[in-house]
C-alpha cells in the first residue's frame, strides 16, 4: 500500500483547505483511512477516521469545521477543513493498516503540511 498525501499550503486563520490522499494496493474499499496531524513539539494525534462503510468519526477539536470523505472507485481519501484556527498548524498524514497472516501493519503517507496564520 502505497499514500500520497496533497493539498496542504498556508492559510489565514478562519480559512479553508482541502487534503487528498491517494491509495495504492488493494483492498482501499474494505479498509479505514484516517487522517493524523503532528505540530511541533507534540506527539502525533488522530484527526480524523472513516470506516469502510462510510461511518466518519473526529476528534473533538476539529468536530464541526472538518470533514473526512473517500471516494472508493478513485481509491482517495479527502478531508475538507474549515475555519481554520492556528492550532490546526501541523504536519497531516494519511493512514491505514492492514491485516494479514503476519499481523497487523500501519501505512503513512508522506505528510503535507497546514500551515494557519493568525
Known amino acids: 500500500v502505497q499514500l500520497q498525501a496533497s493539498g496542504g499550503g498556508l492559510v489565514q486563520s478562519g480559512g479553508s483547505l482541502k487534503l487528498s490522499c491517494a491509495a495504492s494496493?488493494?483492498?482501499?474499499?474494505?479498509?479505514?483511512m484516517s487522517w493524523y496531524r503532528q505540530a511541533p513539539g507534540k506527539q502525533r494525534e488522530l484527526v480524523a477516521t472513516?470506516?469502510?462503510?462510510?461511518?466518519?468519526l473526529y476528534v473533538d477539536s476539529v468536530k464541526g469545521r472538518f470533514t473526512i470523505s473517500r471516494d472508493n472507485a478513485k481509491a482517495l481519501v479527502s478531508l475538507h477543513m474549515n475555519s481554520l484556527k492556528p492550532e490546526d498548524t501541523a504536519l497531516y498524514y494519511c493512514n491505514t493498516g492492514r491485516l494479514s497472516a503476519s499481523g497487523y501493519r500501519d501505512y503513512w503517507g508522506q505528510g503535507t503540511l497546514v500551515t494557519v496564520s493568525s
Open positions: 494496493g488493494s483492498s482501499f474499499a474494505l479498509n479505514a
Open positions: 472513516i470506516t469502510s462503510e462510510g461511518t466518519a
